[in-house]
């Protein structure tokens, strides 16, 4: 089983729509989560965080369900300006084996493609 | 404030010939990785550097990938000798710190492309 997986779509939606997207983990140490935004041919970008309480940013929300492990974002209102890879990810707190710093560790789900049409 | 700056931004080689990537984080950071993302995927640790030293390199094929970071700030990342499936975009990012096990947001760079003939 994958650390961190998602539904790799890609979701066709028209402006406007209401879309969502899930992601589950495997590792139940998972301490935090966060979506991040990559459009074609650019370099990932920090989205947003994802609270236990869930949260709220504008037209996203996001949201943890730790009992089931997996994580959520909705995108309300869809603008042609959402199109991009949407990507989930996972951190998991290490050890390093030199000196027993604690660290975290980031692991990506592959990534879920939107497209949002006129 | 200066974004991460990789380069070069595009490599094209041959299979079996060596090439090297620069990366410089952003001022302050201490925490800086490097890794690969294969089309369609979403990005690969390969290693990740405290200062100067190596918190986690367990995905890196040692074999023939080799990164260091010898002064805390600016990092390579070397392949040698470099394989067909090592065409991807290598990324790098940087971070602040947070030693209590949880992990601060990532700043990309625009990446490397490589690709490899």
């Known amino acids: 089983r994958k650390e961190v997986e998602q539904d790799p779509g890609p979701f066709n939606v028209p402006e406007g729509a209401t879309v969502a997207f899930n992601c589950t983990y495997s590792n139940s140490a998972s301490q935090s989560f966060f979506w991040y935004r990559q459009d074609c041919r650019k370099e990932p970008k920090l989205l947003m965080s994802?609270?236990?309480s869930g949260n709220e940013d504008g037209r996203f929300t996001a949201q943890l369900n730790r009992a089931s492990q997996y994580i959520s974002l909705l995108i309300r209102d869809s603008k042609l300006s959402d199109s991009a890879t949407y990507l989930c990810?996972?951190?998991?707190?290490?050890?390093?084996?030199?000196?027993?710093?604690?660290?975290?560790?980031?692991?990506f789900g592959q990534g879920t493609i939107l497209t949002v049409h006129p | 404030e200066a974004g991460v700056a990789q380069s070069p931004r595009y490599k094209i080689i041959e299979k079996r010939q060596s090439v090297a990537f620069w990366c410089n984080p952003i001022?302050?950071?201490?925490?800086l990785y490097w890794y690969q993302q294969i089309l369609g995927q979403g990005p690969k640790l390969l290693i990740q550097f405290q200062n100067n030293g190596v918190v986690d390199d367990s995905q890196l094929p040692k074999d023939r990938f080799s990164a260091e970071r010898l002064k805390g700030v600016d990092s390579t990342l070397k392949i040698q000798p470099a394989k067909l499936e090592d065409s991807a975009v290598y990324l790098c990012a940087s971070s602040l710190t947070d030693t209590s096990g949880r992990a601060n947001e990532q700043f990309f760079g625009p990446g490397t492309r490589l690709t490899v003939l």
């Open positions: 990810v996972v951190n998991i707190p290490m050890i390093a084996s030199a000196g027993g710093t604690s660290y975290g560790k980031l692991t």
């Open positions: 001022s302050g950071h201490a925490t």
């Open positions: 994802v609270y236990s």
